[in-house]
């Protein structure tokens, strides 16, 4: 082997090597709560994206959207079987209102009592429902909550559809600190 073999495999195994990062993706925002209280909210999510050794691209969502209203409660979102990003119904959650063709809320003329898991909320882009493959960097997502709850009025937002900045993106070293509503907005 001559002097020049170590030198050029290692240049050879770093060019054709993949690499991928960490990224968060956020949304900041205002709610209002159930008992008319404004207050910020952050809507955020992670990333593993980079490209594969063998140069394909590569995203994978980590965590999926999670919205944190500051001071108040933390809402995650799950995957529908259809790709959508819904807020899941818990005990005693009543739909009272629904998203039309519009993207618009409309009111329910009797309110309908929801199973745990059903859908009382979505993440919106121009008034659709989307799943995490439409959310990306400056993408304006807005969140309809359409339920609220009668026993425990904390539970959720108050009913309505609740606009946000554009989406920032920002690569992360560590991927178990979800973002400060402290650091943030005080």
Known sequence: MNRMT?????????????????????????????????RHALLY???????????????????????????????????????????????????????NDEGQLDPLEEPQRLRDGSRCGAILLDGDPV????????ARPGVAVTCENRVRSDRHPAAGIYRFNPVSRERIDDVGEAPSCAELFD
Not at 17 to 22: D, K, L, P, Y
């Open 131 to 138: 799943g995490t493959e439409a959310l990306h960097e400056g």
């Open 45 to 99: 999510w992670r990333a593993d994206e980079g490209r594969l050794w063998y140069g394909r691209e590569y995203a994978q969502v980590e965590q999926t959207p999670v919205m944190r209203v500051c001071g108040a409660s933390v809402h995650p979102f799950a995957v529908t079987d259809d790709g959508h990003l819904q807020l899941d119904s818990g005990a005693n959650d009543y739909k009272v209102l629904i998203v």
């Open 6 to 38: 170590a030198p050029v495999a290692l240049i050879l195994a770093v060019a054709i090597s993949g690499c991928v990062h960490s990224y968060q993706y956020l949304a900041t925002g205002q709610v209002m709560t159930a008992s008319e209280e404004e």
